[in-house]
């Protein structure tokens, strides 16, 4: 049985956020954009991603299947630039915004029951409450929502990409969305 803690974040080393790529849909970057007044192209980087699942969500680049993620610290090729060392622990330094990929990890919704993914890079298990549940299950409905309004936006993209489709100009298409207040 793994050991649980009512906040293991509290007492991680801030793995998930050092070790694992940050990926964003189109209204994660929306958001972040507009409360920071960050241009996309200053915090957005190039992710591909494989999996199969992610199919649906994935930008195609000369058949590439591209992810949007946060731009990692300088010098890594995963981790989120905004992970900041404050007295000496690790803390998300844009918590109120951060993507829906962080708002809902390591958590899964299993039907009615809410669980740790597998495989995930906490070194403890949240001891939770019934009322916690409920908090979480509304928090990956959102989190799917938000990625159903995104594989619209990468259908739009995959179904007419611009000639000599690149990254830059799929910054330029996501720049254009999000500045449009399409989302």
Known sequence: ??????????MCPGACCTDLAVTLNVVDVARIHRALDLPVHDFLARY????????PFAFFIRKQPIALALLPPDGTDRGCSF??????????????LRPGTCRVYPFTD????VKHKEGTL???H????????????LEIARYQEEWGIHAGFAAE???NP??????????????????????
């Open 122 to 124: 906490c070194p403890r």
């Open 157 to 159: 993209w995959n179904e």
């Open 110 to 113: 299993q039907g009615n029951v």
């Open 83 to 96: 992970l900041l060392n404050i007295g000496g622990h690790r803390r998300c330094g844009i918590y109120d």
């Open 126 to 137: 949240f001891r939770l409450r019934e009322e916690h549940d409920e908090a979480i299950k």
């Open 48 to 55: 591909v991603d494989e999996d199969p699942r992610e199919k």
């Open 162 to 183: 611009p000639k000599h489709a690149s990254f830059e100009k799929l910054l330029d298409f996501v720049d254009v969305i999000v500045r449009s207040g399409r989302v």
């Open 1 to 10: 049985m793994p050991k649980t803690h009512p906040n293991p974040c509290q």
